[in-house]
């Protein structure tokens, strides 16, 4: 079993910065790739940014350029930097892990409660 604490969710005004964090525990040696998922309210869960073991990242074309995805091993820590956040960024964030490649929804086995933030204009 592999558990996920997310934290760093809020409000913040567009164009403002934040930083989630996922805390990882259990066994997390069968993990391959962290995800960052958003649900927007009224839409379905997508992914934002996936990032592998080897350090490989991959964004939704909406983040691209303003959000970075990283991971420190030793701390067994995901991160996502939000910068020129933007109202339609609003949503739960989840973390979520996957023994596969991470770039589909359905690979994801483990789940985080979530986090709120909200982008004011």
């Known amino acids: 079993q592999v558990q996920l604490v997310e934290s760093g969710g809020g409000l913040v005004q567009a164009g403002g910065s934040l930083r989630l964090s996922c805390a990882v525990s259990g066994s997390i040696f069968s993990i391959n790739a962290m995800g960052w998922l958003r649900q927007a309210p009224g839409k379905q869960r997508g992914l934002v940014a996936v990032?592998?073991?080897?350090?490989?990242?991959n964004y939704a074309d909406s983040g691209k350029g303003r959000f970075i995805i990283s991971r420190d091993n030793a701390k067994n820590t995901v991160y996502l930097q939000m910068n020129s956040l933007k109202p339609e960024d609003t949503g739960v964030y989840y973390c979520?892990?996957?023994?596969?490649?991470?770039?589909?929804?359905?690979?994801?086995?483990?789940w985080g409660q979530g986090t709120q933030v909200t982008v004011s204009s």
């Open positions: 990032i592998t073991s080897g350090g490989s990242t």
């Open positions: 979520a892990a996957t023994e596969g490649l991470g770039y589909d929804l359905g690979e994801y086995d483990y």
